[in-house]
T-cell receptor
Framework: GQNIDQPTEMTATEGAIVQINCTYQ??????LFWYQQHAGEAPTFLSY????GLEEKGRFSSFLSRSKGYSYLLLKELQMKDSASYLC????????????FGTGTQLKVEL | DGGITQSPKYLFRKEGQNVTLSCEQN?????MYWYRQDPGQGLRLIYY???????QKGDIAEGYSVSREKKESFPLTVTSAQKNPTAFYLC????????????FGDGTRLSIL
């Protein structure tokens, strides 16, 4: 199968940095997305990686290693509003633009 | 204002009843998708359509049906054959240019009476 693995839960402190990891099978990989989802709301797009390396967007960065089947989302200067679920989703070849989602990582930011 | 509109926000289904969830987009996207999300779970693909008058089954299509008669609209019917329909349903759309992000509606929460 095309499993996408993420930790279920993480807790971090306001102002700190947190790294959320995602691993996937490398066969047929064609791009990876990160989404943020607050409870009961729609997922919102955060970042896209298809080449190896780091993509930076303000407080959020995303890294990809295609050979290792590994990505992470880095959140800096954490704020209480960053408490949400973070979803890793992969496009595999042959599936059009279909996304395969991981189960999401529930991040709790504490004072 | 461009976006995706799902309605209703909350929906209740009686035993043996079919219900239809609406999804409309004015983003001029060719591709549209329906996902189901259960508590603590990721999104699972029900059906998707990459062009008008064509659609394909996703990973969990049993008990659901769709139509794509117009580019803007992709309604999902939850039939009585779906024995566990209680979930959060999300509709998404995207441009079919390679690897564009999907844009999501605000979701419909379906419960059983």
């Amino acid at each position: 199968g095309q499993n996408i693995d993420q930790p279920t839960e993480m807790t971090a402190t306001e102002g700190a940095i947190v790294q959320i990891n995602c691993t996937y099978q490398t066969s047929g990989f064609n791009g990876l997305f990160w989404y943020q989802q607050h409870a009961g709301e729609a997922p919102t797009f955060l970042s896209y990686n298809v080449l190896d390396g780091l993509e930076e967007k303000g407080r959020f960065s995303s890294f990809l290693s295609r050979s290792k089947g590994y990505s992470y989302l880095l959140l800096k200067e954490l704020q209480m509003k960053d408490s949400a679920s973070y979803l890793c989703a992969v496009i595999f070849t042959g599936g059009g633009n279909k996304l395969t989602f991981g189960t999401g990582t529930q991040l709790k930011v504490e004072l | 204002d461009g976006g995706i509109t799902q309605s209703p926000k909350y929906l209740f289904r009686k035993e043996g009843q079919n219900v239809t969830l609406s999804c409309e987009q004015n983003l001029n996207h060719d591709a549209m998708y329906w996902y189901r999300q259960d508590p603590g779970q990721g999104l699972r693909l029900i059906y998707y359509s990459q062009i008008v008058n064509d659609f394909q089954k996703g990973d969990i299509a049993e008990g659901y049906s769709v139509s794509r008669e117009k580019k803007e609209s992709f309604p999902l019917t939850v039939t009585s054959a779906q024995k566990n329909p209680t979930a959060f349903y999300l509709c998404a759309s995207t441009d079919t240019s390679m690897n564009q992000p999907q844009h999501f509606g605000d979701g419909t929460r379906l419960s059983i009476l």
